[in-house]
């Protein structure tokens, strides 16, 4: 090869280099702030389809729903789109003045979710086939449950309302004291987004949470009836509503549906794309990718 032949490749190469660093710059960046057990999905998968077929940049913020909603409100924080589970954080925004309309993208339901290297590990297999009431199991002295802030953290509220309406369904009425004690127990409680990855290394040997977060990582589930696993609107009143929970702080906690909402945000940055975004999750190629990560179809209206 000639030396003008090689200097002519090298500059091309010289010119591609920087344009494709000019248009990494350029490209658009869309923030996504998103109920923190849905980190698998929005940023394994989700995210990074729409960012490749948008040319755009996709930044993912994971935390509790509640937490990441007051942070939003308070201009704390800055996104595009919101994605939450249960309509209470969307309306934080919605009196906040960031959100006009929350659309329903997928739901899920409550289970409880085993570590395959805890050493009860066989019980709640055995749990899982009928062989052992699983609340025995995660009330064996030494077990390590784990769960989010229940204040700030809708899983962590279900988690106690889930337990309560188990005491009733049972007959068991110190099941929930039992099990997780006060209702923040310091030594359960753990973020949203590290909880799973802490069951996975075996660091607690199990939680309560949604069926979506647990198939999205691969985890061992236990089903738990329809009267207490929030995930059947029709049991609303004449189960879900006998629960409630108060806590240290005076907030009660009740059940609201086990369903994701999502909307763009007043003040994104980049509206289109925060608008396109939303569509992409109620899309037939978003719907794939919710039900291939272990969520089932929205239920319900629009908030």
């Given at each position: 090869m000639?030396?003008?032949?090689?200097?002519?490749?090298?500059?091309?190469?010289?010119?591609?280099?920087?344009?494709?660093?000019?248009?990494?710059?350029?490209?658009?960046v869309?923030?996504?702030?998103?109920?923190?057990?849905?980190?698998?999905?929005?940023?394994?998968?989700?995210?990074?389809?729409?960012?490749?077929?948008?040319?755009?940049?996709?930044q993912?913020?994971?935390?509790?729903?509640?937490?990441?909603?007051?942070?939003?409100?308070?201009?704390?924080?800055?996104?595009?789109?919101?994605?939450?589970?249960?309509?209470?954080?969307?309306?934080?925004?919605?009196?906040?003045?960031?959100?006009?309309?929350?659309?329903?993208?997928?739901?899920?339901?409550?289970?409880?979710?085993?570590?395959?290297?805890?050493?009860?590990?066989?019980?709640?297999?055995?749990?899982?086939?009928?062989?052992?009431?699983?609340?025995?199991?995660?009330?064996?002295?030494?077990?390590?449950?784990?769960?989010?802030?229940?204040?700030?953290?809708?899983?962590?509220?279900?988690?106690?309302?889930?337990?309560?309406?188990?005491?009733?369904?049972?007959?068991?009425?110190?099941?929930?004291?039992?099990?997780?004690?006060a209702?923040?127990?310091?030594?359960?409680?753990?973020?949203?987004?590290?909880l799973?990855?802490?069951?996975?290394?075996?660091?607690?040997?199990?939680?309560?949470?949604?069926?979506?977060?647990?198939?999205?990582?691969?985890?061992?589930?236990?089903?738990?009836?329809?009267?207490?696993?929030?995930?059947?609107?029709?049991?609303?009143?004449?189960?879900?509503?006998?629960?409630?929970?108060?806590?240290?702080?005076?907030?009660a906690?009740?059940?609201?549906?086990?369903?994701?909402?999502a909307?763009?945000?007043?003040?994104?940055?980049?509206?289109?794309?925060?608008?396109?975004?939303?569509?992409?999750?109620?899309?037939?190629?978003?719907?794939?990718?919710?039900?291939?990560?272990?969520?089932?179809?929205p239920?319900?209206?629009?908030?």
């Open positions: 000639s030396w003008m032949r090689r200097a002519a490749i090298l500059m091309a190469l010289a010119w591609f280099t920087v344009g494709a660093a000019a248009m990494a710059q350029d490209a658009k869309l923030r996504v702030a998103y109920a923190g057990s849905m980190g698998v999905l929005m940023d394994g998968a989700a995210g990074p389809a729409f960012a490749h077929d948008h040319n755009a940049n996709y993912g913020i994971g935390q509790g729903s509640y937490a990441l909603a007051h942070l939003l409100a308070a201009h704390q924080l800055q996104a595009d789109v919101f994605v939450t589970i249960t309509p209470g954080p969307m309306q934080v925004l919605k009196q906040a003045g960031l959100v006009t309309e929350a659309v329903p993208v997928a739901s899920t339901q409550m289970v409880v979710t085993y570590s395959p290297r805890s050493r009860f590990a066989a019980d709640f297999a055995a749990a899982a086939s009928g062989k052992k009431n699983w609340y025995d199991v995660l009330s064996e002295p030494g077990l390590r449950l784990g769960r989010t802030d229940p204040a700030i953290d809708p899983q962590g509220a279900n988690v106690l309302l889930t337990l309560q309406l188990a005491a009733d369904y049972y007959h068991r009425p110190d099941l929930l004291k039992t099990v997780a004690g209702p923040q127990n310091a030594s359960q409680i753990f973020t949203e987004p590290s799973l990855s802490r069951l996975e290394a075996g660091q607690i040997d199990a939680t309560v949470g949604y069926l979506s977060a647990a198939q999205s990582h691969h985890l061992p589930t236990i089903a738990l009836p329809d009267e207490i696993n929030l995930g059947d609107p029709s049991m609303q009143k004449a189960w879900y509503d006998r629960a409630s929970v108060t806590l240290d702080n005076g907030k906690l009740h059940v609201q549906p086990l369903v994701f909402y909307a763009p945000l007043g003040n994104a940055l980049q509206p289109e794309l925060a608008r396109e975004f939303v569509a992409f999750l109620q899309s037939a190629q978003g719907q794939a990718m919710f039900r291939d990560h272990g969520y089932s179809p239920r319900g209206n629009s908030l």
